[in-house]
Nanobody
Framework: VQVVESGGGLVQPGGSLTLSCAAS????????MSWYRQAPGKERELVAG????????NYADSVKGRFTFSRDNAKNIVYLQMNSLKPEDTAVYYC?????????WGQGTQVTVSS
């Protein structure tokens, strides 16, 4: 099982970024997927989760209305569209999935929101 994030970078407040997470080594459509983030000096927190078919999505209150989580089961990819970014969104963003044996994290992608 492997999940690989991409798309992070430096963006000004109010800007947008789209993160991607490419998955391999498992039947992608059988797994719920999640995005987490960890800011310096803080615990890792759940940003958003999406069900196997994408019909159910939940967001942390801090990102509701600004972030959109989606998945493409034909391409084995999930996306996190982030709009109206704020400095407090600065963090390393991680893709995560689980099966009956373990949880699997990507290496993370850095998002920095700064002027």
């Amino acid at each position: 099982v492997q999940v690989v994030e991409s798309g992070g970078g430096l963006v000004q407040p109010g800007g947008s970024l789209t993160l991607s997470c490419a998955a391999s080594g498992f039947t992608f459509s059988n797994n719920a997927m999640s995005w987490y983030r960890q800011a310096p000096g803080k615990e890792r927190e759940l940003v958003a989760g999406i069900s196997r078919a994408g019909g159910s999505i939940n967001y942390a209150d801090s990102v509701k209305g600004r972030f959109t989580f989606s998945r493409d089961n034909a391409k084995n990819i999930v996306y996190l569209q982030m709009n109206s970014l704020k400095p407090e969104d600065t963090a390393v963003y991680y893709c995560y999935t689980t099966n009956q044996w373990a949880g699997y994290w990507g290496q993370g992608t850095q998002v920095t929101v700064s002027s």
